[in-house]
């Protein structure tokens, strides 16, 4: 392995689990929010914490004297599969290969957000980690809430955070790595003028009552509308917000599902999709409404015992993906009036995050492997496994390679892991199919070559449980 240390700023390149870690970020006053944080700066103040009391904020999970317990345990994903020997990057595919890994100390990776040439990295340490070209750019942090989801629209940067808060922050005009906080949803001024009218409260639970316009649980999902001019927010209490963009005004919310609200997706035709762990991945029909909006169910595509735990669109908006706590990703057909598509097989635990690029359909598991398929009309084909992670592949994200060769489509991807690192992958829709798919006895398009992937041995779907930590 060989390491590279610009100004405090540690890159490793590896083909390996391990790699160096950098620096934590500097403490900050409890009482601010919107502070950008210097590089290379250390502070031991920073260790994981129990945030409320919730299962996803945690410590390590690799054995150490943390006594912090660790999502390990507390996920409802427990059960790993050991990393194969010499599985450190790609299952005899040559194209798509591990390039470099991010390993930090500060937490384990939970969101992730590519925009142009930077990556933005979300932790439980609810810091915000800014990469650019590979190298640390700058850093800002929130006072509470693990970062659960990132999302980018133009020049800001909206996460969604375990305390139920959305948090809005924009890069500074003078300085482009300096990132300031500018908004939290729902807005003070808001949340006061709400609070002065009865009607607006709801219950949420017995003998208790919320406002309408704040969620009362953790953000799980963030997605925005094609003309970024909604965000939509989804929330382990059952519902899903639209919020209009300029002004941070909450415009709607909407009670969705029997159980938490794993993932949702604003998609296209004025459609928005949303998954549950109560297993059902639900169609709404948005309707402007003078200045609001106005969101009906439109129709069920699943209805199953097991937690739907992740959703994506591809670029081209004809095909909508599920993945599930069985390790099984759905897909529908937007031209076939969203029917049924199949079924793609490829994983033995539960998914936990999907990406598209091109032609190319990216699924990150519990089983710590990410599969890597490549659409042709309505048929997939399994090109990758890539392993290099040691705790399950929690998140993903994926840019344009600018060094593309010419007339090969390459893409950098980036995965967060519960390992605490990100790994960066170069992978090609040219690639060849894996020799697994190559060696099958029964091969199909829809199967990656390995043994179908295993349920976990309870069904999580209709307790707390299945929630996506």
């Known amino acids: 392995m060989k ?16 790699g160096q ?14 502070l950008t944080i210097p590089l290379g700066s250390n502070n031991n103040n920073l260790s994981p914490k129990n945030d409320q009391g ?22 409802p994903w427990t059960s790993h599969v050991p990393l194969p020997p010499g599985g450190s990057a790609d299952d005899g595919v040559s194209t798509n290969v591990l390039i470099g890994s991010l390993v930090r100390e500060e937490g384990h990776i939970y969101s992730l957000a590519a925009s142009g040439d930077l990556l933005y990295t979300g932790s439980d340490s609810k810091n915000i980690r800014v990469w650019k070209n590979q190298k640390e750019y700058s850093g800002f942090k929130s006072n509470s809430g693990l970062v659960k989801a990132i999302v980018i629209a133009g020049e800001k940067i909206f996460t969604g955070h375990q305390d139920g808060k ?5 890069v500074s005009g003078k300085d482009a790595s300096v990132h300031k906080r500018v908004g939290t949803l729902p807005t003070l001024k808001d949340y006061i ?23 009362f649980d953790a ?29 941070y005004k909450c415009l709607e919310s909407t009670i969705a599902h029997d159980d938490a609200v794993n993932a949702i997706v604003a998609g296209f035709d004025g459609l928005v999709f949303t998954g549950s762990a109560d297993g059902t991945v ?28 992740a959703l994506t669109i591809n670029p081209d908006a004809t095909m909508v993906y599920c993945g599930s706590s069985d390790g099984l990703v759905n897909f529908w057909e937007r031209e076939k009036h969203l029917s049924h598509g199949g079924v793609l097989r490829g994983h033995k635990l539960a998914i936990l995050c999907l990406v598209t690029a091109g032609s190319l359909v990216f699924s990150g598991s519990a089983d710590m492997g990410i599969c890597v398929w490549r659409r042709n009309d309505n048929e997939h084909v399994c090109l990758s496994m890539l392993t290099a992670h040691s705790g399950p592949v929690k998140c993903l994200a994926v840019e344009k390679d600018d060094d593309t060769i010419a007339g090969e489509k390459q893409w950098i991807l980036y995965s967060g892991s519960l390992d605490k690192s990100v790994k960066m992958w170069r992978v090609s829709e040219l690639a060849s199919p894996s020799m697994e798919q190559n060696n099958n006895n029964n091969p199909s398009s829809d199967d990656c070559g390995a043994p179908g992937p295993t349920s976990l041995s309870y069904a999580p779907s209709f307790s707390s449980q299945a929630r996506i930590v």
């Open 3 to 18: 390491s590279s240390v610009r100004g405090g700023r540690i890159f490793s390149e590896e083909h390996s689990s391990r």
């Open 21 to 34: 870690k950098f620096g934590r970020l500097k403490n900050s006053d409890p009482m601010e929010e919107d």
């Open 54 to 75: 919730r299962p996803s904020a945690a410590a390590d999970s690799s054995p150490s004297n943390d006594a912090s317990p660790s999502p390990f345990s507390k996920s």
């Open 166 to 170: 959305i948090r809005v922050w924009k």
């Open 193 to 215: 003028k709400s609070s002065m009218k009865p009607s607006n409260y709801i219950e949420v639970r017995k003998h208790r009552s919320a406002l309408w316009i704040r969620h």
């Open 219 to 247: 953000i799980s999902s963030l997605s925005m509308s094609e003309d970024q001019k909604l965000l939509y927010t989804a929330s382990w209490d059952k519902t899903f917000k639209v919020w209009r963009t300029t002004d």
């Open 282 to 309: 639900k169609v709404w029909r948005r309707e402007l409404q003078g200045k609001g909006t106005k969101h009906f169910f439109s129709q069920a595509l699943l209805k199953q015992e097991c937690a739907v735990t």
